[in-house]
């Protein structure tokens, strides 16, 4: 059997000294769509920007492997070459660079040499993908989300994921500020990516967003952990009674007690 597309094994993470994600493990096979939910604060973001090589956090121990590979020891572009995708729950926003010639420029980094998608084809494939999201072509000449609505960024961050194609794509909190429309088109755009070939894990805090992407596993975390495992209707309890029975049947204190004891 192949290597899974993703696997994190006993992760330890800190940001300036203070651990946020404490032993966490996850492994997601291709063509798989994993989902993280978990209360605010408990490290899902972190989790994301850690793996994608962000150098504010500490990776104290544990391992990441990307079909076998060490994440961890790979440069942050390197990650992304190797089928790496962060879309991010705040994207940042370039001046001076339009939105086409970054994903050109991105596309192209990750190739050989001789080997870059011609500007016809990738002409083609932009039109194409902006069809499917319904984006209007004006996106592509404007500055890399340089004044774009907040909807607009994420239905951006999806734009990407579809013209680069990764391997394994983590998505942070995508559906938030997106109307419902948008919500449906979004979706539309990641369920475009489906296949064997790709592996996906969705950090978001509504079940609303799962209704349009059906995830085969929904995680929780909580104290930088996964806590508890199942299909989609672990989101939709979640949805209909909160976080409190998890931590009633986990035994799991209050985070803010925990702080308040530590001090
Ligand atoms: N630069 C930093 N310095 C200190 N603490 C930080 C820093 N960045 C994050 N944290 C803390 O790490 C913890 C986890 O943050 P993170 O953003 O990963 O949580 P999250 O689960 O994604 O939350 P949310 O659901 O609100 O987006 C929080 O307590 C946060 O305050």
Same mark, same amino acid.
């Given at each position: 059997?192949?290597?899974?597309?993703?696997?994190?094994?006993?992760?330890?993470?800190?940001?300036?000294?203070?651990?946020?994600?404490?032993?966490?493990?996850?492994?997601?096979?291709?063509?798989?769509?994993?989902?993280?939910?978990?209360?605010?604060?408990?490290?899902?973001?972190?989790?994301?920007?850690?793996? #994608?090589?962000? =150098? !504010?956090?500490? +990776?104290?121990?544990?391992?990441?492997?990307?079909?076998?590979? $060490?994440? /961890?020891?790979?440069?942050?572009?390197?990650?992304?070459?190797?089928?790496?995708?962060?879309?991010?729950?705040?994207?940042?926003?370039?001046?001076?660079?339009?939105?086409?010639?970054?994903?050109?420029?991105?596309?192209?980094?990750?190739?050989?040499?001789?080997?870059?998608?011609?500007?016809?084809?990738?002409?083609?494939?932009?039109?194409?993908?902006?069809?499917?999201?319904?984006?209007?072509?004006?996106?592509?000449?404007?500055?890399?989300?340089?004044?774009?609505?907040?909807?607009?960024?994420?239905?951006?961050?999806?734009?990407?994921?579809? #013209?680069?194609? =990764? !391997?394994?794509? +983590?998505?942070?909190?995508?559906?938030?500020?997106?109307?419902? $429309?948008? /919500?449906?088109?979004?979706?539309?755009?990641?369920?475009?990516?489906?296949?064997?070939?790709?592996?996906?894990?969705?950090?978001?805090?509504?079940?609303?967003?799962?209704?349009?992407?059906?995830?085969?596993?929904?995680?929780?975390?909580?104290?930088?952990?996964?806590?508890?495992?199942?299909?989609?209707?672990?989101?939709?309890?979640?949805?209909?009674?909160?976080?409190?029975?998890?931590?009633?049947?986990?035994?799991?204190?209050?985070?803010?007690?925990?702080?308040?004891?530590?001090?």
């Amino acid at each position: 059997m192949s290597a899974p597309f993703l696997k994190i094994e006993n992760l330890h993470v800190s940001i300036e000294g203070k651990e946020i994600l404490k032993d966490f493990s996850i492994e997601i096979n291709g063509g798989e769509i994993h989902a993280i939910m978990g209360p605010n604060g408990t490290g899902k973001s972190t989790l994301a920007s850690a793996i #994608m090589g962000h =150098p !504010k956090y500490e +990776i104290t121990s544990g391992s990441v492997t990307m079909n076998g590979e $060490d994440v /961890l020891e790979m440069e942050v572009d390197e990650r992304a070459q190797a089928g790496l995708f962060l879309a991010m729950q705040y994207p940042s926003e370039i001046s001076g660079i339009t939105n086409a010639d970054f994903l050109r420029s991105a596309i192209n980094a990750g190739r050989e040499e001789g080997e870059e998608l011609s500007l016809m084809k990738f002409i083609r494939k932009l039109d194409e993908k902006m069809d499917l999201l319904e984006m209007d072509q004006q996106f592509a000449q404007r500055y890399l989300n340089e004044g774009f609505s907040g909807g607009e960024k994420k239905r951006n961050e999806i734009l990407q994921l579809m #013209m680069l194609e =990764p !391997k394994l794509a +983590i998505l942070d909190e995508i559906d938030s500020g997106l109307d419902i $429309d948008a /919500l449906k088109v979004v979706s539309k755009g990641v369920n475009a990516m489906r296949g064997s070939e790709f592996g996906c894990l969705i950090i978001t805090h509504y079940q609303r967003l799962l209704d349009y992407i059906k995830p085969d596993k929904v995680h929780v975390m909580m104290q930088g952990r996964i806590v508890k495992s199942g299909g989609s209707e672990l989101a939709q309890r979640l949805e209909a009674e909160g976080y409190d029975w998890i931590k009633e049947e986990l035994g799991i204190e209050d985070e803010r007690v925990n702080v308040n004891q530590e001090a």
